[in-house]
């Protein structure tokens, strides 16, 4: 009896061993997914040109899943630390803990990142946004600083008015050369609000990208805390057994 103890202890051991040791690694990714999440949010919102257009273009609102993202990235950081400790420690009441900031780092995470995509995609929050301000400043394109707006996006991205050159037209508005190809000559048949939301999709693909990654990683990590606990809880009911 004593040798079936035994045997099944050692294996339940290994098999305890196996989960901890997996679920520290896999905490370590975390750790470096959220670090790479912090840094790419954080090099969006300070970048100074990306922000100048948005702060132009009233369009400031892109900037709430960032806001999001950089807040759950500096959490999960934190919180991989807990893991980490918790699996080494086999504390049942530290891997609870552990899970229910998994399954809070899950939810804010795909929140975070569908917030960003409502602000960054075709047909998105952000496109009447930017269709009120660019139709704004078609309509005072005689003024110098709508002018010099104008210039700037339509040259930089090779777009044309809010939806097309039509717009000049609509609003009376005499077309500028910045709306036309400086090789042929031609207008650019695109509006500046498809061209400038398939930039910003652009610019969050990777972020969106990594958040879903450590969403996974956070659904991963907290199934493996669970059965680490489970494992934990029938090696303590065992060591009981066998004491009796």
């Given at each position: 009896m004593g040798i079936g103890y035994g045997a099944a202890d050692?294996?339940?051991e290994k098999q305890i061993g196996?989960?901890?040791?997996?679920?520290?690694?896999?905490?370590?990714?975390?750790?470096?997914?959220?670090t790479a999440l912090f840094a790419l949010t954080v090099w969006l919102r300070a970048e100074p040109g990306f922000n100048d257009w948005l702060r132009i273009l009233e369009a400031q609102s892109f900037y709430i899943g960032v806001y999001v993202l950089i807040a759950i990235s500096i959490i999960m950081m934190a919180v991989s630390f807990l893991g980490c400790l918790s699996?080494?420690?086999?504390?049942?009441?530290?891997?609870?803990?552990?899970?229910?900031?998994?399954?809070?780092?899950?939810?804010?995470?795909?929140?975070?990142?569908?917030?960003?995509l409502q602000y960054s995609t075709i047909n998105s929050s952000l496109q009447p946004l930017l269709n009120v301000s660019l139709r704004r400043f078609v309509a005072t394109?005689?003024?110098?600083?709508?002018?010099?707006?104008?210039?700037?996006i339509q040259e930089n991205i090779g777009c044309c008015g809010a939806s097309g050159p039509w717009d000049y037209l609509d609003l009376r508005q005499p077309l500028p050369s910045s709306c036309r190809d400086a090789v042929s000559g031609n207008a650019f048949f695109s509006g500046c609000v498809d061209e400038l939301t398939w930039f910003f999709e652009g610019k969050t693909a990777w972020i969106?990208?990594?958040?879903?990654?450590?969403?996974?990683?956070t659904v991963i990590c907290g199934v493996m805390s669970f059965i680490l606990v489970q494992a934990v809880k029938k090696e303590e009911e065992q060591a009981t057994n066998y004491r009796r």
């Open positions: 050692e294996q339940l196996c989960v901890k040791y997996t679920l520290f690694c896999f905490n370590i990714i975390a750790w470096m997914i959220s699996a080494l420690m086999e504390n049942t009441l530290a891997l609870f803990v552990f899970i229910g900031t998994q399954i809070f780092g899950f939810v804010a995470t795909v929140a975070g990142a569908a917030i960003l394109s005689e003024y110098t600083y709508s002018n010099y707006v104008l210039t700037m969106v990208g990594l958040a879903m990654v450590m969403a996974m990683l």
